[in-house]
């Protein structure tokens, strides 16, 4: 055969040359056949293909597999094409591969997954609805990644069976309190791991009101969250509640401290110094007489049955008509008597653990809320001087009139000192009458004149009161005194 000359062998790479290419390409791609002899271990259905070098996912694997093991590998890039479809596979591990891309598509081949491990890789950004053709997934590892941003961590919707997020050792500054809050959360999810990010504010008042079951598997240690007395109640009460996120990582809580240079201490060491904060304790649940309370049977764990008894260890019954086990497992109580106070315990029971928690009620002798009875002896003096003005309103108004300006209480003309002082003067003008009749004896008592007596109850004899102020005599009109008063000397 003779040879081809130089032009023909370039035509011929020009037609070779990218059907060669693509080959390598795909072959890159799609990766190389599953090896069970030299690169993985198959045992029945398990296959590991860990520490195997590969690029790429292997091709061909059986549809009965419901382990898969592509850890610690290169494969950079994870594509909806990776594998067919796979209906038993129930764990996926794809740990430290240097993963940096995730196809939207990349699940929908493998739905009845249940665990997945993306943990120690290179993932920057999760895409919205990524992981929603997994809805029977129950545990998700993502830490240690580079994971910045989450599309309001609406990724992880559908995820309706999902128990435990590991989301730890990443680049996240927001907390996700979307997932746990009231309304919002996956009802499914009781661990939620976002420690050792670059979270700097919680907001605190939304996680007090969280239930223990959730509380006991939130972590948020080892963040740079800026030092408070309202962080160190919710990290201290946790910890007094002996709650895992709290008991098993108290070292690693740690807080931000303001100043010049700025220092890391332990959050619950602000008490001892540095904040000087108030010592924390788990309080009495107080109640006052006739309430209706309800106490909390606050579990570390979801769903657990929980019975109740009352002070003295007696089981709560439908024999006690002021006790009631609600639906939820918590204890009504009411209306309150004067000897309800007590310890009531309520025994919770679980798949993992049993519990026992005790609550102290302390039963006021008295009816009013706090802070009512100081606001009734406020009415009261309220009502009491209101009354007061009334009356003193009824006595200068509402009184007959006296006065010589009102009509039938003129005074006579004729009498010069007024009717307030006529019967004195009648008996004194009586003793001139009868006096040449009397003798001597007359005489002598004509002498208390009609002068004396108007002196005597502080009237001149023009008919004219006289008050003395100082050493000056002040003159009134005997008509400004009620005719049927007499003036006391």
Not at 7 to 26: K, N, Q, T
Request: glycine share 4%.
């Amino acid at each position: 055969m003779g040879r081809l000359d130089i032009p023909h062998r370039r035509s011929i790479f020009l037609l070779v040359g990218p059907l060669l290419w693509s080959l390598h390409a795909s072959g890159q791609l799609i990766g190389s056949p599953l090896d069970c002899q030299n690169l993985c271990v198959c045992a029945s259905n398990i296959i590991s293909c860990s520490k195997g070098n590969l690029t790429n996912p292997p091709t061909r694997l059986p549809k009965y597999t419901t382990v898969l093991d592509l850890s610690f590998n290169s494969i950079g890039r994870l594509r909806a094409e990776w594998t067919p479809v796979l209906s038993r596979l129930h764990t996926l591990l794809l740990s430290h591969n240097g993963l940096s891309f995730l196809s939207s598509a990349a699940f929908v081949h493998v739905t009845k997954l249940r665990y997945l491990d993306l943990s120690a890789n290179q993932l920057r950004q999760l895409d919205e609805n990524m992981f929603e053709p997994l809805e029977n997934l129950e545990v998700l590892l993502l830490y240690k990644n580079s994971i910045s941003q989450i599309e309001r961590f609406a990724a992880f919707s559908g995820l309706a069976n999902l128990q435990k997020l590991y989301l730890s050792q990443n680049l996240i500054s927001r907390f996700p309190l979307e997932l746990v809050k009231e309304r919002s959360r996956m009802e499914t999810l009781t661990l939620l791991d976002v420690s050792s990010n670059r979270i700097k504010a919680l907001t605190l008042l939304e996680l007090r009101a969280l239930p223990a079951w959730i509380k006991n598997g939130l972590y948020f240690h080892n963040n740079p969250l800026p030092c408070s007395c309202d962080l160190f109640d919710v990290v201290a009460h946790w910890q007094l509640k002996d709650l895992s996120s709290v008991v098993d990582f108290k070292d690693e809580h740690t807080c931000i401290l303001a100043g010049q240079p700025k220092r890391k201490v332990l959050t619950l060491d602000l008490d001892k110094a540095y904040l000087n904060c108030s010592e924390v304790k788990l309080t009495d649940r107080e109640a006052y007489l006739e309430q209706v309370v309800v106490l909390d049977c606050d579990t570390k764990q979801k769903d657990m049955v929980k019975t109740w008894a009352l002070p003295g260890n007696i089981l709560v019954s439908s024999a006690n008509k002021s006790t009631r086990i609600l639906p939820d497992g918590n204890l009504q109580l009411g209306p309150l008597r004067e000897d309800d106070s007590g310890v009531y315990t309520c025994y919770a029971i679980g798949d993992a653990l049993n519990e026992t928690i005790n609550i102290t009620v302390v039963v006021f002798n008295s009816t009013m809320i706090p802070g009512l009875e100081n606001l009734k002896t406020a009415y009261t003096t309220l009502i009491a001087c209101l009354i007061s003005i009334v009356m003193v309103f009824i006595y200068l108004y509402l009184t007959p009139c006296r006065c010589a300006c009102c009509p039938g209480q003129e005074l006579e003309k004729n009498d010069p000192t007024g009717s307030l002082h006529s019967s004195n003067v009648s008996n004194a003008q009586s003793h001139q009458e009868t006096g040449p009749e009397r003798g001597n004896e007359g005489d002598k008592d004509s002498s208390f004149d009609t002068k004396d007596l108007l002196e005597q109850n502080g009237l001149n004899p023009k008919g004219e009161e006289v008050w003395k102020v100082g050493n000056k005599k002040r003159k009134a009109s005997v008509s400004s005194v009620s005719s049927d008063t007499p003036m006391m000397v």
